[in-house]
């Protein structure tokens, strides 16, 4: 909050431009997370109805998750390049247009093509490098929490869709589904084009908590793409970067590839109705909103690294205990683990964008953006290795393991960090 005198020399408390940039952020989040809700949703419909497989419509979830993930650092320099609201506009006009077209397919290519390409590219320009963006300028105090808060619009997404779309799904038809998630889309591009500001300046104020007269970074005048390459050669010759990267692989993983491609399906093989699994991911939405906010007031005041090993070593020990709690109806222990997993889903990001603010300084939001795309190939090896599990054994099991063992060591890999000193 800010002070702010009139004329008549009464003093009311304003609110800081800041904040009404981070609504916008976070519902321009929220509605491109609809699509991130879909995949679960429309396996076995599009498998029921077309005779792909399960592998198939993986390939095509795994396609979105790497240009999701690759797409990042490029979008965070052409941010610097062209601004925020032109790439965040343009990326969800990309969602609608992929999610809505969906509906004319009749080939696993097309799949291929909207789902994994265009929502991929529209989905990876304006995810958590976007939310990194936002408060690297806008906001000097409250960076963590602010974090947390834009991290969490995600969950929300999921929380308000998934229901939504899995009784849409089952109802009129998984059709129905994709154009609700369009249109969802497309009605958030007026906020984004009317109300986003790229810089404090642009409208005569500056980030909350800077000193008055600070200096704006001006916009880099170099090649988006050559300044995301040229700061990855950089980072990637540190020790930091690698460990980063390999525990967020890790992540991505053991969440938006296993947990949020194949709940849904691994629940139904055990009889549990399709949208009662959705509304347990939907749990998980609730619960992650509460723990991502909460890790990123955390991350204001504790070492991240220690942050990040807690939080994957108790991932871990929870996917390890996930196959034996699967049943036909939602058994207490099932709902403990929903809570428990749901209060870590995304935890991660607020500790890890602060490590990449902490040891990159100016280029953290970019680096960010690789670590963030080495997030979304652990995701698609994943959603790909446990489709693929489940086509050849016939169950999940090993992929629920594998992925527990995997968490445990990015825990050790997070606390061998260690403090590095800016660039």
């Not at 981070?22 to 498998?47: K, N, Q, S, W, Y």
């Not at 963006?133 to 963590?144: A, E, K, Q, S």
């Not at 249109?183 to 591009?189: D, E, H, P, R």
């Amino acid at each position: 909050m800010t002070l702010s005198t009139s004329p008549g020399a009464t003093t009311r408390r304003r609110l800081h431009r800041a904040w009404f940039v981070a609504a916008v952020a976070f519902v321009a989040i929220l509605g491109a997370a609809g699509f991130r809700a879909t995949p679960g949703v429309l396996i076995t419909p599009l498998r029921e109805e077309f005779g792909w497989s399960t592998g198939t419509i993986s390939l095509a979830v795994s396609i979105n998750l790497v240009l999701y993930g690759l797409t990042a650092p490029f979008a965070a320099a052409l941010m610097d390049r062209f601004g925020m609201r032109r790439v965040v506009a343009i990326a969800l006009l990309l969602i609608a247009v992929g999610s809505g077209f969906t509906v004319m397919m009749t080939a696993s290519w097309q799949l291929l093509l909207l789902w994994g390409v265009f929502v991929g590219l529209g989905t990876g320009s304006m995810a958590l490098v976007f939310a990194a963006t936002v408060v690297d300028r806008w906001f000097v105090r409250h960076r963590g929490l602010v974090t947390g808060i834009l991290t969490a619009a995600g969950a929300t997404g999921q929380l308000i869709f998934l229901p939504v779309l899995a009784h849409l799904a089952q109802g009129p038809g998984w059709r129905v589904a994709s154009l609700a998630v369009a249109g969802s889309a497309l009605a958030v591009v007026p906020f984004v084009w009317w109300l986003l500001r790229d810089h404090p300046e642009d409208v005569g104020t500056t980030a909350l908590g800077a000193e008055p007269g600070a200096v704006r970074t001006e916009p880099s005048k170099v090649n988006a793409a050559v300044r995301a390459v040229t700061v990855l050669a950089r980072a990637a010759r540190t020790r930091p970067f690698w460990l980063l990267a390999g525990g967020f692989a890790i992540c991505g993983m053991s969440t938006n590839g296993l947990v949020g491609t194949h709940f849904i399906p691994a629940a139904h093989d055990h009889g549990m109705a399709e949208p009662v699994a959705a509304s347990l991911l939907a749990v998980i939405g609730i619960f992650d909103i509460v723990g991502t906010v909460a890790s990123g007031w955390l991350s204001d005041k504790m070492d991240p690294k220690v942050l990040l090993g807690v939080y994957y070593g108790l991932r871990g020990l929870s996917l390890m205990v996930l196959p034996s709690l699967f049943a036909a109806t939602t058994e207490p222990s099932m709902l403990i683990f929903i809570v428990f997993y749901g209060l870590d889903w995304v935890a991660t990001v607020p500790p890890t964008v602060a490590l990449c603010r902490r040891i990159y300084g100016a280029d953290g939001a970019v680096v960010f953006g690789w670590v963030f795309g080495s997030h979304q190939i652990g995701a698609a090896f994943a959603a790909v290795g446990a489709g693929l599990t489940r086509d050849h054994l016939g169950a999940y099991d090993l992929a629920w393991y594998g992925a527990g063992a995997l968490c445990l060591l990015a825990a050790g890999m997070s606390l061998a960090i260690g403090h590095a000193k800016k660039q």
